[in-house]
């Protein structure tokens, strides 16, 4: 830095509208002073984030129904079937977007109140930190500014990224000093797309392309480029991709990341429909079938999840003591889904409550007309510019397949082999009863390695890395002496890179 006692250096001011404008101290002719004012990137580049299942927060025309709040939570614990279907249907339910926001005002006036761009509508507990870190990770020019004005100098996030390797990937995506330099002259406000994720999410990619068009055009005449950067979490990026591929929305985008997207489906899915929810969530939404199913039958967004044709045979198996099944042989919907009398079929129409006839002719529409369409439609379809991390840690088990294993108490164990030998199909009896068992496969504890695609012209970078799938986004790292900065899980780090490689599309301004 250049020792000179006539120059000084001026931070710029942000306005209202987002322009700029200096505080000079006007010196005399004769002193040959000479004012710096330093130019800050100005240029827009939104980056819009998108939460998973259950990621954001609800409410009906009584209040609060899904949220990180006492008001909120307080409704869940004593609540029979019947109330928690009530307060979860997607018909009646839309989006809160006020919950709880993690220093609203940080950002001064370089862009609209975090509050303005949908910040509220994310569920506190999961993305409140994350949303936070990543938008100081995104936005960390000040530091160039203010290096001016210091002795030892400081770098940037994304300056302390560059040359990084996150372990065993590949050198292209190691960040270069010149696309880093590159990055740093956009600025990259953060929005959240907060959506019902009860409803088809068909629904909300429409409702998504609507909010992209209205995050653009708050910055009409600030924007780089008329595209935006969207960041996915689990669901979200089913969102995203329909909304891209299906519904021509790809000339909005520039690029998408997505973390842990359950890509081909889940059989964890079909697992929370037999058995409820597990931990904290489970208290919550509901820890049985009898609690959860009535509320998952109703709901395309959650079903839009389970495996589909291109996830394979065979991940759903029937151990017993008799003849030995795996499913689906080649068609999940028929076989599974919308099987209405073997035992482990996925939906029990007496636990639906209410008409259950018309219950049940609802929820097969459901599965045939939103679920199966939406999935295999979406199958194989990417936008051409997509960069994604997945769990793939042998401690996060996970259900790559899932195991009903019989279990008969023991004096009744020769009594079943009389029943076998009369020839009883495989089936429910007072003899028997089947536990439902995880694969305990590799995975992020809820979506397994087999659930993600890797491999496809379109995506440009992959991460495999140990993290857990509600915290996918989470700020520490999982395992600190084995990740690549301390203070930072390396799934962020990706996630930062990846804007920053899909920014070099948009020339300097």
């Not at 600030?222 to 329909?242: D, F, P």
């Not at 042989?329 to 409550?353: F, G, H, Q, S, V």
Request: glycine content about 8%; some cysteine.
């Amino acid at each position: 830095m250049e020792d000179n006692k006539n120059r000084s250096y001026h931070r710029p001011i942000w306005d209202d509208n987002g322009g700029i404008h200096y505080d000079l101290t006007y010196y005399p002719k004769e002193n040959n002073h000479v004012a710096v004012c330093l130019a800050p990137a100005v240029k827009v580049i939104p980056v819009i984030f998108i939460p998973g299942v259950m990621g954001s927060n609800l409410k009906n025309g009584d209040g609060e129904v899904w949220q990180f709040s006492l008001s909120s939570l307080k409704k869940w614990p004593l609540a029979n079937a019947k109330k928690r279907k009530n307060l979860l249907d997607p018909k009646t339910t839309e989006v809160d977007e006020n919950g709880e926001i993690l220093n609203d005002m940080a950002d001064g006036k370089k862009f609209p109140s975090r509050r303005e761009r949908g910040w509220g509508s994310a569920f506190f507990m999961s993305y409140g930190e994350a949303l936070d870190r990543l938008q100081y990770l995104l936005c960390d020019d000040d530091i160039l500014l203010e290096n001016y004005f210091r002795e030892e100098q400081l770098q940037t996030a994304r300056q302390r990224f560059t040359g990084v390797r996150i372990g065993d990937e590949p050198v292209e995506q190691v960040l270069t000093e010149e696309e880093t330099a590159h990055s740093h002259l956009f600025l990259y406000p953060l929005h959240v797309f907060g959506y019902n994720w009860l409803q088809s999410n068909g629904d909300s990619a429409t409702l998504l392309g609507e909010f992209i068009s209205d995050v653009l055009g708050t910055y009409r005449g600030r924007l780089a480029v008329n595209k935006v950067i969207l960041i996915t979490h689990s669901m979200g990026g089913l969102v995203a991709r329909h909304y891209s591929e299906n519904l021509n929305g790809q000339e909005h985008i520039l690029g998408m990341v997505h973390g842990v997207m359950p890509d081909l489906g889940s059989p964890a899915a079909y697992r929370r429909m037999k058995t409820g929810e597990r931990g904290m969530i489970g208290l919550i939404i509901g820890e049985n079938a009898e609690k959860l199913m009535p509320v998952l039958a109703q709901s395309p967004g959650p079903l839009q999840l389970l495996p589909g044709r291109a996830y394979g045979p065979g991940w759903l198996k029937i151990e017993g003591s008799g003849a030995r099944q795996s499913l689906p042989l080649a068609n999940p919907y028929e076989e599974i889904y919308l099987n209405k009398t073997d035992w482990w079929r996925l939906c029990d129409k007496d636990l639906l409550l209410g008409d259950t006839d018309k219950e049940w002719t609802d929820y097969q529409d459901r599965i045939k007309i939103d679920v199966k369409k939406f999935i295999e439609e979406l199958n194989g379809k990417y936008h051409p510019q997509t960069w994604l991390f997945y769990g793939a840690s042998e401690n996060n088990k996970s259900d790559a397949f899932l195991t009903w294993k019989e279990r008969i108490p023991l004096r009744m164990k020769e009594a079943q082999r009389v029943r076998q030998d009369s020839g009883d199909p495989l089936d429910l009896s007072p003899f028997r009863t089947h536990a439902l068992i995880s694969a305990g496969s590799p995975g992020d504890g809820t979506v397994p390695v087999t659930s993600v695609r890797t491999v496809s012209p379109c995506i440009h970078g992959v991460l495999a890395t140990d993290v857990d799938h509600e915290g996918a986004f989470a700020i520490d790292p999982v395992d600190r002496a084995r990740s690549v900065y301390s203070d930072l899980s390396d799934a962020l780090v990706f996630t930062v890179r990846a804007v920053v490689k899909i920014v070099q599309q948009v020339p300097a301004p």
